[in-house]
């Protein structure tokens, strides 16, 4: 190795050999950091608190972050001579990427190798060889100075936190060492190099593909650089390296803590190691052990009284403080800890926590900031973090390497379960090292590193020994390490291609011989139920609910089956969030662009990646609500609740209710629930229905809330809710007053009629009919127009991600697009075969028309009559009956998007407000996270963003919608609950990304009879979600109105 940092000697003998993985790296141990005594060690343990911030308060540490001088080079042989004085240095900050700060580029790949379709890269290398016309070389330096007081028989430690791919590190020109592995911590020794108090310089070389990067093939955005904290730390000459802390829970309610310890440094005949255990202010336990001369291994332990015990439900943490006393007593080192007391256990096929069974309430989780990209901030992970566990997330998988320690250390405080996974995903090749063994090293090595970094945490239950590398004796080596190492946690494995398990679901993968648990991926439920029935092991789903843009439609099926199967334990949910990039647009690419061939999975997250929520997060936290009521006698009141926390009564919440007639509250009441954790129990609720008109719609709601503030939500944050539609019985009673004012029925309908046109105008409304076209072309109301086209009926929407935009030769989606636009769907024309006029001088006129529904140049694939009843006051009753074609029946093999019927709206329709499903969109089979009740907004709002345009903003199970401008509205009223959205845009079933829509002039008004279910990715809608080409028939009423009416009230007939 050149022992300057410039063009190395020998440079493929460490990046492209994977024999060496590493050179002058300190053994791997869990993060400690010195204080000179107990008090300040814990006057630094402030809760909720990044690491590094707590360290900084510590003599004995210094933080590195910050500006760095930067240099950049496209591949080694671009590298100066010598780092002299011809180099350009720019700044950079550390911690960082460099590709969002001006060099390089990000590229995301799913399952490639970074380099492959990179213009860059002249010829593709054969493994352990990486590309040499495209390696991109960062180049970091700045001036280290350590405390004066550091000098002496003391230690200095320089710890890099994470750095990609594979880096040197020099100080003062002189070689230090060497690492690769990218996701856990690299140390080094400086003793013998830095003189404390006096100024070095510190230089750092990181390349951007090395051997190692075959083993990184994770579905993420590929970056390079300095990404996570460096420091610099001193110990002194006999220190504490590393500490194993386990648990045991006692019948009798108290514990034993048992510390391992390896004290190192030299001599430690007569040395001690004492462990203090404190609750607050209160000492609990002290334990100590005294070291021979040559020993550097000490256990303590000791009885703590009446511990509570950890769980994500209650995520009680003690302080522990390791004291390291010389001979005579003085103190030289002292380290803090947090602890939970906790016993993670397997028994008859079911995880348990503290002998309480767990249920994963899981999501897979990226590191990645849109802003700054795998480098995340403390205070973004806490929010993360916060809103998981806001929306009922309990569990973190950290897919696809180890994290950050704030992910950690916040999963111990707020109450997480942790599965950890190792940094190694080969998809492109799964079974990459069983061919290649020359990389064993390096995976053990990336396994063993996270067990030995991590093991402390009380957060973690299970270790994962990759994701989708397939599975060989490397794994099963992993494994013995664990169970050798830690026996308290299990062994996970997600490998995909190589389970037993083909033949319920080809991608139904993710257990192996040696793992503990079962993981499946990407089941479908009937499937799942069948692996439950035949797996002895606990059963938790690696990877299930792939929520590609508008998604996630299958959650209530899934969660049926977890809540009723013992072994069947929950999941983790693909994925978080997106992993978009500000700055950075994704659009039809070449070749060598950073998001090309791969990009959809990009846009798999329950929230965008800014943290705005996407509405399928609704439907997570209404499943993973760890409670059900359900209905015994729905008029009587009579209900069960059912507990699925594992060791919380539910008497710890305040669980209320409330009776709401047609969306408003009239009766509200609280509950005391006293339900243990795994019973049911029945509850009445002391609703009065005396006073309700048999007309009006009314609906129960249970409401559980937190009763005491929490880390993650203040008091009084709903935890969840269920309702029940309540069947009011026959009453004469009419009092419920009426909200708008009575109108006479009005004149006479005028009507005229020539070929083409019937116009029909009353005092205040006139309505043109197109004969030709079979709709309305323009309604008005008071002088102005409110709707200028329509009812049309129609059957396409703007295909999801599920639908289209997906590759058709894989599973990942359905390409049901590519069905409905070669049949048609999205090109049809309503043309009119007949229609009649009738007059009535009592009720109005009646139009009834004939239609058929034809794409270009093909037959018709609808037949479609309509009638239309138009009152003296301008109410609008229709009826649509609608006939699939055989030119639709035998040709159709998949599902049709939707049928109903579309309308255009005036531009002035800027606000609406439904009664219905709400407020966030909703699916057929995403809807049960909404409420039925009444909501508003502006029309635009309703929009979700999603980055491949698709349908979006449907509202379910709608009883009336209303659209309204600054002096008209228009309502629409079903007899049975509808499904209406708006389109605001022009192209949106066409445009392939967000950034091409165009807006519309005017906003297209859907009201549907049905609506497909979104599914998932790959897993398509449930049968009963799916709409068959048959006879469909439907009713409702159009009413334009003053703006100010009252929607229910005309609904009602009582603004008739």
């Known amino acids: 190795m050149s022992r300057e940092p410039a063009q190395l000697a020998g440079l493929d003998d460490y990046i492209e050999n994977p024999a060496r993985i590493e050179e002058g790296v300190e053994p791997t141990h869990v993060p400690s950091v010195s204080y000179e005594s107990t008090a300040s060690a814990r006057d630094a343990a402030a809760r909720l608190t990044e690491p590094e911030t707590r360290w900084a308060s510590s003599k004995y540490f210094r933080l590195l972050n910050g500006d760095w001088s930067f240099a950049w080079a496209e591949k080694p042989s671009d590298l100066p001579d010598r780092l002299g004085g011809d180099i350009e240095w720019d700044e950079i900050s550390v911690p960082g990427v460099w590709q969002l700060s001006g060099y390089d580029r990000p590229i995301y790949r799913n399952i490639a190798l970074t380099w492959e379709q990179i213009p860059e890269v002249e010829s593709m290398p054969e493994p352990p060889r990486v590309p040499e016309t495209f390696n991109p070389v960062g180049t970091y330096q700045r001036n280290i100075e350590v405390p004066a007081e550091w000098d002496g028989d003391r230690h200095t430690f320089l710890h890099f936190e994470g750095v990609k791919s594979a880096f040197f590190v020099w100080v003062d020109g002189e070689y230090v060492g060497y690492d690769q592995g990218s996701m856990t911590p690299s140390e080094f020794d400086l ?61 009798s309610g108290d514990a034993t803590l048992t510390v391992d310890a390896e004290v190192v440094g030299g001599d430690t005949d007569g040395w001690r190691v004492i462990g203090r255990m404190f609750d607050g202010e209160t000492e609990l336990a002290t334990a100590e052990a005294t070291l021979g001369a040559e020993e550097g291994d000490a256990s303590i332990r000791t009885t703590v009284p009446s ?39 397997i028994e008859d096929g079911q995880v348990l926590i503290n002998g309480d069974p767990i249920t994963v309430r899981g999501i897979n989780r990226h590191e990645h900031d849109p802003e700054t990209g795998r ?57 990459f090292v069983n061919e290649r063994p020359a990389f064993e090293t390096s995976f053990l090595r990336r396994f063993e590193q996270m067990v030995d970094h991590h093991k402390n945490f009380a957060s973690i239950f299970a270790w994962s020994t990759s994701n989708e590398a397939g599975q060989g004796v490397p794994h099963e080596k992993m494994a013995s390490y664990a169970r050798e190492g830690d026996p308290t946690r299990f062994v996970y494995h997600q490998g995909s291609g190589d389970a037993p398990y083909e033949e319920f679901h080809e991608s139904m993968t993710g257990t192996a011989p040696f793992a503990d648990i079962s993981g499946p991926r990407y089941a479908v439920p009937h499937t799942l139920a069948q692996h439950s029935a035949v797996e002895d092991r606990p059963l938790i789903m690696g990877e299930y609910g792939h929520a590609l843009c508008n998604s996630l439609g299958l959650q209530d099926a899934f969660w049926d089956l977890v809540n009723a199967i013992d072994g069947l334990q929950g999941g983790f949910i693909w994925e978080w969030t997106n992993q978009t990039l500000a700055g950075h647009v994704v659009s039809d690419a070449a070749p060598g662009e950073w998001w090309f061939d791969d990009d959809p999975f990009l846009l798999d997250g329950t929230a965008f990646s800014d943290l705005t929520l996407q509405p399928e997060l609704r439907q997570v936290k209404k499943t993973h609500q760890p409670f059900a009521f359900d209905d015994v006698a729905l008029a009587e009141g009579v209900f069960t609740v059912s507990n699925y926390y594992s060791s919380t009564n539910l008497s710890a919440y305040e669980t209320t209710w409330e009776l709401t007639v047609d969306g408003e509250q009239i009766q509200s009441g609280v509950l005391e629930l006293d339900v243990v954790p795994g019973q049911t129990r029945g509850v009445t609720v002391p609703f009065d229905l005396s006073e309700i008109p048999s007309d009006r719609e009314c609906h129960l709601t249970f409401r559980v809330r937190l009763s005491e503030e929490t880390d993650w939500a203040p008091a009084g944050h709903e935890i969840g809710f269920d309702q029940f539609s309540i069947p009011v019985p026959p009453t004469e009673t009419t009092e419920f007053a009426a909200d708008g004012a009575q109108v006479s029925p009005g004149e006479q309908i005028a009507l005229e009629e020539t ?13 043109r009919f197109d004969t030709g076209r079979g709709r309305f072309d323009e309604l008005q109301f008071d002088g102005e127009t409110v709707a200028s086209d329509g009812p049309v009926f129609g059957a396409f929407r703007a295909p999801i991600a599920n639908e289209g935009h997906m590759d058709s030769d894989t599973e990942w989606g359905y390409d049901n697009e590519g069905e409905w636009r070669s049949l048609g769907l999205h090109a049809l024309s309503q043309v009119a075969t007949d229609h009649i006029v009738e007059r009535d001088d009592e009720s109005g006129v009646r139009i009834t028309c004939s239609t058929e529904l034809r794409p270009p140049e093909r037959d018709a694939l609808f037949e479609v009559d309509f009638a239309y009843e138009v009152s003296r006051d301008g109410t609008v009753d229709a009826s649509v009956d609608a ?45 049960t996270g909404c409420e039925v009740g009444r909501y508003e907004g502006r029309i635009d ?22 659209t309204t401008g600054s002096q008209t509205g228009l309502t629409i009223a079903g007899e049975t609950p509808l499904n209406v959205r708006f389109d605001t ?72």
Do not use: C
């Open 191 to 251: 003793t013998e190099i830095l003189d404390p108090g006096e100024s070095h310089t510190l230089t750092v070389q990181v390349f951007r593909f090395s051997d190692g990067s075959y083993l990184e093939t994770q579905d993420m955005v590929r970056f390079s650089g300095i990404f996570r904290s460096v420091y610099v730390y001193s110990k002194p000459s006999v220190f504490l390296r590393d500490y194993d802390v386990q648990t045991e829970l006692h019948p």
């Open 307 to 345: 511990p509570t015990p950890w769980s994500a439900e209650q995520p009680a943490l003690y302080d522990l403080v390791l004291e390291i006393r010389n001979p005579d007593g003085s103190v030289v080192e002292v380290v803090p800890d947090r602890v939970g007391f906790r016993e993670f256990t």
């Open 375 to 431: 480098t995340v901030s403390f205070e973004r992970v806490r929010e993360e973090l916060t809103l998981l566990k806001q929306h009922n997330v309990n569990a973190i998988r950290t897919a696809h390497y180890p994290n950050d320690l704030a992910v950690y250390e916040l999963a111990d405080e707020l109450g997480f379960y942790v599965i950890d996974e190792a940094n190694i995903e080969t998809h492109f090749n799964m079974n």
């Open 755 to 767: 070929d083409d046109v019937i116009v029909l105008s009353g005092d205040r409304f006139r309505y």
């Open 883 to 927: 006939r699939p074609t055989p030119a639709l029946t035998e040709e159709l093999s998949t599902w049709l998007p939707r049928l109903g019927i579309e309308l255009e709206l005036s531009s002035s329709m800027t606000d609406v407000e439904w009664f219905g499903r709400g407020p966030h969109e909703t699916y057929p089979d995403r809807k």
């Open 941 to 962: 709002d309703q929009f979700v963003p999603y980055r491949l345009p698709s349908d979006n903003g449907n509202k379910t199970d709608v009883r009336w919608a209303s």
């Open 985 to 1056: 845009y022009e192209n949106l079933a066409d445009a392939k990304r967000i950034q091409e829509l165009v807006p519309a002039e005017r906003t297209t008004m859907f009201v549907d009879i049905a609506v497909a279910g979104v599914g998932g990715t790959p897993v398509k809608p449930l049968r009963e979600h799916r709409i068959s080409a048959e006879p469909v028939s439907v009713s409702f009423t159009i009413r334009p109105h003053e703006a100010e009416a009252d929607p229910a009230s005309i609904v009602r007939g009582s603004d008739r």
